[in-house]
């Protein structure tokens, strides 16, 4: 065939309208969105309220992102890491999800980290893993929720600052989640002029806390505890058991109390003074609606767990606004996600480091009983906090990820 220019501009429009074609089923398409969350165990508080937090939002935004309908497919894990490798792949080879959310834990997030990279899979994370935007950051991951040891920095320099806590305690979930947590306390407590003293570590699913409630140090100021699930609610009702309330005040990471646990807490929880990315107080149109939609459809207030989702999707709204609704353009909106600066999410304005990480506001809260419902009050807020707190990031990634050993425990006492 010779070709003449009006073979040229008849083949250039056919062209074009074979891909008007295609964009329009496109975008007639819905959004699959992956949800990872666990159902059942120790971790099983949380994730149920992941999911409620979820449909909850989706509700408010009548099923759509970017006016695309959204088909949302959710996956048990198990809460072990080789179910959740093998739910991400069902969702991914099987589903076609355009992007995953999730999934709870730490070790959960870990497990899938190669495989979402391999498969260029845009995930948007919950669990709070460090590693995940630190020294094994990808372009295929971004979390606007928070690390470990971002909430807990904060929580250790009011603490050391604010309280004038010298000696302290830490117990902790023995995996990676307590691990970080209560390293990154450890690190910032001590910089600023506190000793950790004894480090405890429960398993997580440890079937009673008196073991470990009968080893605590009475000669401290405080103990912080990183617990998730509902690990937290059943330590502080040991902890009183044991007649240590109004002794030793207790502080918590970001799931410790989380709003999830409040209610079955009771007056256990009274006083316990936490650190979260969120809190149903924040005051702005998003989180007004939000809060008023979780307690309409679930009863509860949402916290942590159920603010994630939330957040992320509010995060993924703003990126396929910026690419045009183009969902299938994953390095598109993996680049949007990390450029935008998005100021109306649930937890307030959020913008994203290099490594994909949330900078945002960090919320100091102590449990009260309030209108005969008890809430995390909200009593001091840290604005703009980085995962790398106020440490330079060089010299912070040159360091080991925080873990049982590292930063090494100096003031230990037997």
């Not at 964009?23 to 398409?29: T, V």
């Not at 490798?85 to 355009?98: D, G, S, Y």
Request: proline share 4%.
């Amino acid at each position: 065939m010779t070709l003449t220019r009006r073979n040229v501009l008849q083949a250039s429009a056919g062209a074009a309208a074979l891909a008007l074609t295609s964009n329009q089923a496109r975008a007639d398409e819905p959004i699959r969105i992956g949800f990872l969350t666990v159902k059942t165990g120790p971790l099983a508080a949380g994730g149920i309220q992941m999911e409620q937090g979820m449909l909850a939002y989706m509700k408010i935004k009548g099923n759509k992102l970017a006016g695309r309908d959204v088909q949302l497919i959710v996956a048990d894990t198990g809460g072990s890491p080789q179910g959740t490798r093998t739910k991400a792949q069902e969702l991914v080879e099987r589903n076609k999800v355009h992007v995953l959310m999730g999934p709870v834990a730490a070790f959960e997030a870990l497990a899938i980290g190669d495989y979402c990279e391999a498969q260029k899979m845009p995930t948007l994370g919950v669990a709070a893993a460090e590693d995940m935007t630190q020294r094994h950051s990808s372009i295929w991951f971004a979390r606007a929720t928070s690390s470990s040891g971002q909430c807990a920095h904060a929580i250790a320099h009011y603490a050391a600052k604010e309280l004038g806590y010298k000696r302290m305690a830490v117990i902790g979930d023995d995996f990676a989640y307590g691990h970080e947590q209560n390293g990154a306390f450890l690190r910032v407590f001590e910089d600023n002029g506190g000793k950790v003293v004894q480090k405890l570590w429960p398993p997580l699913n440890a079937p009673d806390y008196g073991t470990y409630v009968s080893q605590v140090k009475t000669n401290i100021d405080a103990i912080f505890m990183s617990f998730a699930g509902s690990n937290g609610f059943r330590f502080a009702k040991a902890f009183n058991e044991y007649g240590l309330a109004g002794k030793i005040p207790i502080l918590g990471g970001m799931t410790a109390m989380d709003e999830a646990i409040l209610q079955q807490t009771g007056d256990d929880g009274l006083g316990i003074i936490t650190a979260s990315f969120y809190s149903p107080q924040y005051d702005n149109a998003a989180n007004r609606e939000f809060v008023a939609t979780m307690q309409r459809e679930y009863k509860i207030d949402p916290g942590y767990y159920a603010s994630g989702p939330a957040v992320e999707a509010a995060i993924l709204e703003a990126a396929l606004l910026s690419v045009g609704g183009r969902i299938e353009d994953r390095e598109a909106l993996m680049k949007a996600v990390r450029a935008n600066v998005v100021e109306n999410t649930v937890r307030g304005p959020v913008r994203f480091d290099s490594h994909g990480e949330a900078i945002g506001n960090v919320y100091i809260r102590k449990m009260v009983k309030q209108g005969g419902r008890y809430i995390n009050n909200v009593i001091k807020t840290y604005p703009d906090v980085s995962q790398f707190w106020t440490y330079p990031e060089a010299e912070f990634l040159a360091n080991p990820v925080y873990s049982r050993e590292y930063p090494p425990a100096k003031n230990l006492e037997s």
